[in-house]
Structures are given as C-alpha cells and as structure tokens.
C-alpha cells in the first residue's frame, strides 16, 4: 500500500532563549519542503492518475464535475419510431438522427458504446441469401470487432429475427466536444431478402454510452 513519511521537522529552539531568524527559516523551509513534495506533489499524481491531464483544481473544495469514479457519466437514446429497410452496399450510416447516441464528456478519456437492437430477414423466393454486417462510427473512428450475419433459408416467406448487440470503445474523447457515436451498416448480399432493422414499440433500438 502506498504510503506518505510523517512530517518531522528538526527542533533547534528552547524554551529560555528567543529564536533567531536563522532557526525559524529552517523550520519553515522544512516544511514548506514537506508540504510542496509530499502534500501537492502527491495530490496533483492522485488527480493525474484518476481523472488526466485536462483535469483542473479550482482551489474551492467544491466538485467540478457531475461525474466521478464512482458516478460515471453515461447517456442513452431509445428509439421506436420507425424500422429501417436495410439496403446499401457502402458504409453508410442506418439514421444519423435517430439511431444513435451522443455525449460531451465532462473529463478527456475512452468511452464505451453499446448498441442493441433487432434484425428481421424476409425471403422472397426459395433462392437466397443475405449477408450484412454493423459497425459503430463517430466519423473519425470505428468499430474493429464487426459482427456479420449471413442467412440462407432456401425456402420462400420465411421470417427470420436476430437480436443484435455491438460494443467499441471510443478512445481519448475530448472534454467539453460534444461527440455522436452512429450505427453504420453494410449489406455484402442480398439475394431475395428484404432486410429490415426494427425500431418500433415492440422491438426497440436502445443505445447506451458510458465513461471506462
């Protein structure tokens, strides 16, 4: 366990003679010594260590931010407005507006995001196939963990649903920036199947970012 030596100062008065100036000084210069290495310079590596370098002590005992170590900043967004029909053979963003998070951290660090939602697959003739694939974007970065899905019923009409969940962690986000994490899709084949990303009362989309 770390620890902190006692503050010990060397004790040149007495109790019969008056203290010169050259005694007192070397008393307050030990602990002024004491206090600047021991005091602030452990204090300033605890707030270093615990929240980054962007951290600011404002010298007023008071909380600079809403959230701690303990409290971690999150923010969440739901939607069920609506599903989506899946359908674009780029990188593209599912809905910018609707299926996605946004944040502005408090404190410079990674973020966690997590998205979960439902995929429905409808065949429409006993020849095909689908193959579509998510990632997380905020524009600069995106997800390197993407998950595919590849379904081949060999029969047509049928339904199939897939509940999908996708994490990234979004690293070194700047303070006071706001910051908006997308769902992105890909569609590698589709052979009669209609895609659709299901975003209603009864299947909702649900995206959670948190501080790590």
């Known amino acids: 366990m770390a620890d902190i030596d006692d503050l010990a100062y060397t004790q040149t008065l007495n109790l019969t ?3 010169t100036p050259d005694q007192v000084y070397a008393m307050l210069d030990e602990i002024q010594t004491y206090v600047n ?3 602030k310079d452990n204090l300033l590596q605890v707030t270093a260590d615990s929240f980054g370098s962007d951290y600011a002590l404002t010298d007023n005992g008071v909380a600079s931010t809403t959230s701690n170590l303990y409290n971690k900043q999150t923010a969440t967004h739901t939607f069920t407005g609506g599903d989506f029909t899946i359908t674009s053979t780029n990188w593209a963003d599912v809905d910018a507006t609707n ?3 946004s944040i502005t951290p408090e404190m410079q660090g990674d973020f966690k995001c997590t998205a979960q939602f439902n995929l429905q697959i409808v065949s429409t003739s006993a020849t095909n196939q689908a193959r579509v694939r998510f990632r997380l974007s905020n524009g ?3 997800s390197d963990y993407v998950p595919e899905i590849n379904i081949v019923t060999g029969v047509t009409g049928s339904t199939t649903t897939i509940p999908v969940s996708l994490s990234h962690l979004f690293e070194d986000l700047v303070a006071d920036a706001a910051s908006k994490i997308k ?3 890909l ?9 659709t990303l299901l975003a209603n009362s009864s299947a909702t989309s649900n995206f959670l970012i948190e501080k790590v």
């Open 140 to 142: 600069t970065e995106s």
């Open 17 to 19: 003679d008056e203290p």
């Open 187 to 195: 569609v590698v084949t589709r052979t009669n199947m209609t895609i």
């Open 183 to 185: 769902l992105q899709v």
């Open 99 to 101: 299926m996605a998070v």
């Open 37 to 39: 290495t021991k005091v």
